[in-house]
């Protein structure tokens, strides 16, 4: 018999009444029926029904009586699971019984082994009546050879030195090895086993022996508190055995190699226990080969024994075409009937299969839907099953979820396996263990890096390398940059032939050229729609997300996997497999190369995404894209190659008008085409480019959303943008020739959607006053600028989240910045004073993240204290935050430095050679003993770190802290946690003060801080340049640390607000007094002129 890939134990509570006693049952007592309607309870294979007058005395602890028998046996299985495999020996029998043999062996346990053997029960019982010190090795065999063990407490049975280590035994087989207990109370109740085993404390296995018994009697099972006789609990321990039986030969599962699905399997099942009004619906979606039909039976398998009638059906679009619905629905209901089951009419079932399965709490999982009636054609209706049933789809297309009306909190999208998941699973695939150390392992990790997550992918590729030389990796490797492997392409491209054809252009679109720009949904409609008007693209997209053939980011960035990126392009290449220039969409630099040397060009061409690091003595001609007049993308991009400034020895005649997307790093010509049209124009990118100007006069520029000319230092002059009202980005920085900067740029009635403007190291001295009225800009960079001021109206910038204005080397003062602001970065030699709001109340409410006045030293003494102020109420602030995800969050989930700067870490920096007083911990040594227990100690805990930098004249890109701690007796250095901060400013001349929440090192010490009361925290510090190829090791002068709970969030916060009303208070009493006097000096005054009158 297959072993249960889940486990449970039940407790059976009995009184014995005074019948009990007797010998003699009615024939056929076990197979008795009741006089009140019964229904299945596991499915309707089961002959043994338990009635509701059973039902009635089943109590469960802390439960009230007469709960349905599916929540009971939810109960049942809930209790004591252990995952049990396959690969488990064989069991020999099915129930193993212990008893204590004088008190039940007359009578009662003869008539318990008949009715099990007239049920084909395999039992196991020791009739042997004496019994020595020690269990004989047969039963220790017998214990580990059962899938049940039936543990009949009784008056004596803690007495007896066998039965308790039998019982030592079973639990320790339950642990190991899942086995099922049903403890049995007969006469007895578990205070009085237990109030026995307390006498017993001369014997060196007590201690065992009440733990055993304590794990078998405290399980939360079962009760039958009362019964009229031994006969009906006879019956009631044989359905039990019954239950557990079936769902034991329910679950002949072998999840073995089912690697990074533990989180997609808990959400689902959460799911899957949500009680409901009606049947629940469950999606399941993603893209292909992502694992959503292993999921989906790994869930079907975990769960199928907690209901009445279950069925998988695979592949549900193919057999619907290829067999028809009747064919469907017979499979299904003979699945949940358990027999055979004819359908005669396709929209009707017979009165007496609803009125089965209308008593049935069902579990059916249909794979692969296609279509929105598909659910429908099934079922006339979901009402035809018990409201606790549910179904679960699985779909490539999340609008066939929305379709069959799966709500939005039941709708499960597959992502990507991790990239530890990831290569686990290529291991076990390749090298049948999933961890591994030899050779192969650099290999390995490239081949997981091809495969972004992708389960399918990971199992072909590693079947197809399994057993080959490191030689043939490193060939299939290369080829795999040309050609997708066949069986990964076929599977992908089910989806793309799913699509109508302008979505599949879209589709090829995005993974021939968008795919990796980082490109945003609005930006993305301008690119591919076909005319004015056109709204096909945004339900394009839509559609493609909703087939997981794309994603789209929280920020609304478009992006596909690697793997449908090659399929999209094989798709292409299949246009004309001899013949590039005869296919819509190049992006093979030779291919390219072939077709724009020799002239080959043709109205096919779509896009052209030509990398210029790899080309050599190239030339052009000058109506090289002369026949392309269906090109609508051209990207020329790549590091710096000494060939790309002679591409077009002759110049160039225009491009095609309907160009849309225009980026060409390092354009060798002083100016765009004289003809060049630009109305179609989404996208300008010409950094590093030779050119001096754009084009003469004014273009309609409707369509124009970003402009970047940067480090274009042969720029002399801009355009007149005043028509690109759609503007988004700006970005001219380091165009060091620019004579001015064109006054459309800062025109509000033109320009009023710039959400981005960069005017680094450009010849402006000041912004307009009425700069404020740019409601929408997020980002402005003014880096190196000549600027003196800035106006006060800067506060009306409501969306400002990020102010650069590092090397202003004639600013003076910084007026008060909107709440919005998240990062301010000043490197202001010159700066004296600084403006924050006025009240505590106010400074609450910002959002500061990242804070740096660097080499600020002419800083008066009050903007420093409102520094000082500021820094605490948004550090606070920033950790109070995030508290809450600390103990959902692990480390090592932050993979990437960047994105813990970007999200989980705020930062402020000032001059300064002190740690703040109000941090608690501080010292000048890089170590100090920090004190976690009470008032500090606290479930979740945050950490502010404060470090104080010397001068340091060193070029440096990032500083590194390895924060690193000990035990309580400072022994034993353990494995810490980095903190990175970005350094703008490469240089410093004095010591500065750095004030540091990291979200990565407060979950490592929150962590520690569970089992230790004091720590000893441990600071290394580095700076890092060049790439992080130069780490040099550096002295911190200071070093302090301050825990951070709610209670003192909330402590904070009274004495900010008492700060606040104590100011106001002054404010209030001076006023006054200034008023008082004033009206004294009035009254003198008016005294000297009355006697002058007189």
């Not at 006469?187 to 009440?210: H, M, Q, T």
């Not at 028809?324 to 089951?341: Q, R, W």
């Not at 003062?813 to 403006?835: G, M, N, R």
């Amino acid at each position: 018999m297959a072993h249960l890939s889940s486990g449970a134990s039940s407790i059976i509570y009995a009184t014995q009444y005074r019948d009990s006693g007797s010998k003699a049952f009615p024939a056929g007592i076990v197979a008795r029926k009741s006089k009140f309607e019964m229904r299945p309870l596991w499915d309707s294979g089961i002959n043994h029904r338990i009635s509701k007058h059973q039902l009635s005395t089943w109590t469960i602890a802390g439960v009230k009586k007469k709960e349905s028998v599916n929540n009971i046996v939810t109960k049942l299985k809930g209790v004591g699971e252990k995952s049990m495999s396959t690969n488990a020996p064989q069991s020999k029998y099915d129930v193993f019984v212990s008893f204590r043999g004088k008190d039940i062996r007359d009578g009662f346990l003869g008539h318990l082994v008949k009715a099990f053997r007239q049920k084909k029960i395999n039992v196991f019982v020791d009739n042997i009546i004496k019994r020595g010190d020690e269990i004989k090795h047969s039963l220790v065999e017998a214990i580990e050879g059962s899938l049940i063990s039936l543990v009949i407490f009784s008056k004596n049975y803690s007495s007896s030195h066998w039965c308790l280590d039998e019982l030592v035994k079973i639990i320790e087989c339950k642990k190991d090895r899942g086995q099922i207990i049903i403890p049995v109370f007969y006469g007895v109740r578990s205070k009085i086993v237990l109030d026995e085993l307390e006498k017993k404390d001369n014997f060196s296995k007590v201690e065992d022996w009440k733990l055993a018994l304590k794990k078998s009697t405290d399980v939360a099972g079962i009760r039958l508190s009362e019964f009229r006789n031994d006969a009906e609990l006879l019956e009631e321990i044989t359905n039990v055995v019954l239950m557990r039986l079936k769902m034991l030969s329910k679950h002949p599962v072998n999840s073995k190699g089912l690697i990074g699905i533990d989180k997609s399997i808990a959400h689902l099942n959460s799911l899957l226990k949500k009680e409901s009004q009606k049947v629940r619906v469950i999606g399941i979606w993603g893209m292909p080969g992502i694992g959503k039909t292993t999921i989906a039976e790994e869930i079907f398998n975990q769960n199928r024994s907690e209901y009445d009638g279950c069925c998988f059906l695979a592949k549900v679009s193919e057999k619907l075409k290829l067999h028809g619905i009747e064919s469907l629905k017979e499979t299904l209901f003979t699945k949940i009937l358990a027999e055979d089951v004819k359908i005669d009419t396709p929209n009707r079932l017979s009165s007496d299969i609803e009125r089965r399965i209308g008593r049935m709490k069902v579990l059916i999982i249909l794979d692969d839907v296609k279509d929105e009636d598909q659910l429908e054609m099934l079922f006339e209706t979901l009402d035809w099953f018990q409201s606790d049933s549910r179904i679960i789809l699985t779909a490539r297309d999340k609008q066939v979820l929305f379709d069959n009306e799966v709500d939005d909190d039941d709708r499960y999208e597959v992502g990507v396996l991790d990239s530890s998941d990831a290569l686990a699973l290529f291991n076990l695939n390749a090298f049948k263990q999933s961890h591994l150390e030899t050779e192969f392992d650099e290999i390995s990790k490239r081949v997981v890096n091809y495969a972004k997550g992708n389960p399918l992918v990971l199992k072909v590729l590693a079947h197809m390398l399994r057993g080959k030389n490191k030689e043939v990796w490193e060939s299939q490797l290369d080829k795999l940059k040309r050609l997708p492997v066949k069986k990964v392409h076929d599977v992908v491209k089910l989806s793309y032939d799913d699509l109508d054809r302008l979505e599949k252009k879209y589709f090829l679109d995005i993974a021939c050229f968008f795919n990796g720009l980082s490109l945003k949904v609005d930006y993305m409609k301008l690119l591919l729609k076909d005319c004015e008007g056109d709204n096909s693209v945004a339900v394009g997209i839509e559609r493609l997300k909703d087939k997981a053939l794309i994603t789209i980011s929280e920020d609304n960035v478009i992006s596909m996997h690697d793997i449908l990126q090659e399929m999209g392009r094989e798709v292409v290449r299949q246009e004309s497999s001899e013949y590039p220039n005869k296919r819509s969409r190049l992006w093979d630099h030779d291919e390219i190369c072939d077709v724009l040397k020799n002239d080959k060009g043709t109205d096919a061409i779509r896009s052209i995404c030509l990398n210029l690091s790899a080309i050599r003595k190239l030339k052009l001609s000058p109506d090289v894209f002369a026949k392309m007049t269906n090109l609508k993308f051209l990207d020329f991009y790549g590091g710096y190659n000494h060939d790309c400034l002679d591409l077009l020895p002759q110049g160039l005649q225009p491009f095609p008008t309907d160009l849309r997307y225009l980026h060409w790093v390092h354009y060798p010509l002083e100016s765009l085409p004289k003809k060049f049209s630009a109305e179609k124009l989404v996208i300008l990118d010409l950094s590093y480019s030779l050119v001096e100007k754009l084009w003469c006069g004014v273009q309609d520029l409707i369509n124009l959303k970003e402009v970047t000319l940067s480090f274009s230092e042969d720029l002399k002059e801009l355009p007149d943008f005043s028509k690109a009202i759609n503007l988004k980005v700006l970005n001219i920085q380091r165009c060091y020739m620019l004579t001015s900067v064109h006054p459309s740029i800062f025109s509000l009635d033109k320009l009023e959607n710039i959400v981005e403007l960069d005017l680094s190291r450009c010849p402006i001295n000041a912004l307009p006053s009425s700069f404020g009225c740019q409601s929408k800009l997020e980002t402005l960079v003014l880096r190196g600028t000549q600027i003196e001021s800035i106006p006060s109206s800067i506060k009306d910038l409501t969306r400002l989240r990020k102010l650069d204005i590092s090397d202003c080397s004639e600013l003076l003062a910084l007026p008060e910045l909107p709440s919005s602001l998240e990062t301010l970065l000043v490197d202001c030699v010159s700066l004296k004073s600084v403006f924050f709001p006025s009240t505590v109340a106010e400074q609450l409410k910002e959002n500061k993240k990242r804070i740096e006045f660097w080499n600020c030293f002419k800083l008066d003494e009050r903007s420093l204290i409102n520094i000082g102020l500021n820094l605490q109420i948004n550090l606070m602030e920033f950790a109070y935050q995030h508290l809450s995800t600390l103990e959902h969050d692990k480390v090592e989930s932050y993979v990437d430095y960047k994105d813990i700067l970007d999200s989980y870490q705020a930062v402020y920096v000032y001059p300064g050679s002190s740690v703040p007083e109000w941090l608690e911990y501080k010292t000048t040594k890089n170590d100090m003993i920090v004190d976690l227990s009470p008032p500090h100690l606290s479930p979740l805990l945050g950490f502010v770190f404060c470090f104080i930098l010397a001068e340091d004249s060193k070029y440096c890109d990032i500083m590194e802290f390895n924060i690193s701690t000990f035990d309580g007796e400072g022994d034993g250095e353990k494995d810490g946690v980095d903190i990175y901060m970005y350094r703008t400013c490469c240089y410093t001349e004095l010591d500065h003060v750095c004030m540091i929440y990291d979200q990565p090192c407060s979950h490592y010490l929150t962590s520690i801080a569970k089992s230790q009361t004091q720590v000893k925290i441990k600071v290394t510090a580095r700076t890092i340049g060049n790439k992080f190829r130069e780490r040099t090791e550096v002295k911190l002068k200071g070093f302090g640390i301050s825990p951070i709970s709610h209670t003192i969030y909330d402590n904070f916060v009274e004495q900010m607000e008492l700060f606040d009303r104590i100011n106001k208070w002054k404010r209030t009493v001076l006023l006054s007094i200034i008023l008082c006097i004033s009206l004294l000096q009035l009254k003198m005054k008016t005294k000297m002129k009355m006697k002058k009158l007189i």
